[in-house]
Nanobody, 129 residues
Framework: QVQLVESGGGSVQAGGSLRLSCAAS????????MAWFRQAPGKEREGVAA????????YYADSVKGRFTISQDNAKNTLYLQMNSLKSEDTAMYYC??????????????????????WGQGTQVFVSS
């Protein structure tokens, strides 16, 4: 059973930075598609960034390309999301998600909510303009 615990959210002014962390209990012998999703009030949950643990291939939503960076620390079993140049529209609850799958499935179904079997409880990010 994969468990995910996010941290690092908070309040920041527009143009600032935050780094989110996701502590994950993953099987050391399996490969996972891990992703950050976000959900703003009144909006659907959307994918932000994803990474395949076997090799580190990364995927980004167009809205965050060039501003956000997803990374992993295998030794610490931790997923990160470095968020720079934050905008008010980045305000949302951010969720970490994980699913054991092939890289092909990770690439083709990156943003499918139903493709992820494990979710964290979320961490709130608020960006003031």
């Amino acid at each position: 059973q994969v468990q995910l615990v996010e941290s690092g959210g908070g309040s920041v002014q527009a143009g600032g930075s935050l780094r989110l962390s996701c502590a994950a209990s993953l099987s050391p012998h399996s490969m996972y598609c891990m992703a950050w999703f976000r959900q703003a009030p009144g909006k659907e949950r959307e994918g932000v960034a994803a990474i395949y643990t076997g090799g580190g291939s990364t995927y980004y939503a167009d809205s965050v390309k060039g501003r956000f960076t997803i990374s992993q620390d295998n030794a610490k079993n931790t997923l990160y999301l470095q968020m720079n140049s934050l905008k008010s529209e980045d305000t949302a609850m951010y969720y970490c998600a994980a699913d054991r799958r092939s890289i092909w499935s990770c690439a083709s179904g990156t943003w499918s909510l139903y493709g992820y079997g494990a979710w964290g409880q979320g961490t709130q990010v608020f960006v003031s303009s």
